[in-house]
């Protein structure tokens, strides 16, 4: 079946440096792909909606120049997490769609800033 | 904005007892999908709803999308220790389930052998 491949699974860095997780669709071709920040026992909250070769839709109260999504192409969607500091470790996880009938979601990457 | 209220939040069990949670939303949503995600690892898709009143089966679980399109339960039959797990709700003002979702604040399960 589909699969969503993110990458890194884990990663540590230090504030003030950023950091870049991918999301990759591996057997298809996704139009669509979404980015969620999870803490620890809360439920995913939906940063942005990022669709291919357009800027991407970010959730009220996201800030878009702090996480920013690039979605180059149809099987690759990025998450630039800039000047992270320690309130942005988080569990990130992404999803793809494509055309809207099913979604699927990534393994997701822990973000730890020390 | 939009919000689902999933409860209860968690439930201890037995295993081979049944066990029931459910979403409600001042929202009118068009589909709604349950999810159980294991630690560390992003949601898997255990059923999803379509239509106002449906209700559909997968293996020992049951959820119905409610009539009023503002609420969904899940029920799991004879649970087992791999039951174990967070189960969330969510829904989608889009008729497929790969429109963008809101989430329920999740069901901690834990089953008791």
């Known amino acids: 079946g589909a699969v969503v491949s993110q990458h890194p699974s884990r990663v540590i860095c230090k504030s003030g440096t950023s950091v870049k997780i991918e999301c990759r669709s591996l057997d298809f071709q996704a139009t669509t792909m979404f980015w969620y920040r999870q803490f620890p026992k809360q439920s995913l909250m939906l940063m942005a909606t990022?669709?291919?070769?357009?800027?991407?839709?970010?959730e009220q109260g996201v800030e878009k120049d702090k996480f920013l999504i690039n979605h180059a192409s149809l099987t690759l969607s990025t998450l630039t997490v800039t000047s992270a500091h320690p309130e942005d470790s988080s569990f990130y996880i992404c999803?793809?769609?494509?055309?809207?009938?099913?979604?699927?979601f990534g393994e997701g990457s822990w973000l730890t800033v020390v | 904005g939009q919000q689902l209220n999933q409860s209860p939040q968690s439930m201890f069990i037995q295993e081979g007892e049944d066990v029931s949670m459910n979403c409600t939303s001042s929202s009118i949503f068009n589909t709604w999908l349950w999810y159980k995600q294991d630690p560390g690892e992003g949601p898997v898709l255990l059923i999803a709803l379509y239509k106002a009143g449906e209700l559909t089966s997968n293996g020992r679980l049951t959820a119905q999308f409610g009539i009023t399109r503002k609420d969904s339960f899940l029920n799991i039959s004879a649970s087992i220790p791999s039951d174990v797990g967070i189960y969330f709700c969510a829904a989608a003002l889009g008729e497929t389930s790969g429109s963008r979702l809101t989430f329920g604040e999740g069901t901690q399960l834990t089953v008791n052998p």
């Open positions: 990022s669709n291919e070769g357009s800027k991407a839709t970010y």
């Open positions: 999803s793809a769609t494509l055309g809207g009938n099913t979604i699927y």
